[in-house]
């Protein structure tokens, strides 16, 4: 399967993005997804996840409250809502399939950059 990250950019502090997951050479109801993220000079790190009918959600405690992770099935894509954002959630954001508590595929990442 082949994931396509995209919806990054620069947002003001307090704002919002969404970004989006597409999904290709396999439908991607077949896995449970994630959304990490790796701000520089840092590791990467959890950011939330979804099974595969939407009915189950998880989030980092950095998160809740302020992003949403879903996904549309029939569009073969997932998302993530981020609201509220602050500075310190500048980073390269990943989709990847999750297996357990092993990430097997992974898109190419999408920056977002918040402001101050």
């Known amino acids: 399967v082949q994931l396509q990250a995209s919806g990054g950019g620069l947002v003001q502090a307090g704002g919002s993005l969404r970004l989006s997951c597409a999904a290709s050479?396999?439908?991607?109801?077949?896995?449970?997804m994630s959304w990490l993220r790796q701000a520089p000079g840092k590791e990467r790190e959890f950011v939330a996840a979804i099974g595969r009918g939407g009915d189950s959600t998880y989030y980092a405690d950095s998160m809740k409250g302020r992003f949403t992770i879903s996904r549309d099935n029939a569009k073969n894509t997932v998302y993530l809502q981020m609201n509220s954002l602050k500075p310190e959630d500048t980073a390269v954001y990943y989709c990847?399939?999750?297996?357990?508590?092993?990430?097997?595929?992974w898109g190419q990442g999408t920056l977002v950059t918040v402001s101050s």
């Open positions: 990847a399939t999750k297996h357990g508590s092993v990430y097997r595929y």
């Open positions: 050479g396999r439908t991607v109801n077949a896995y449970a």
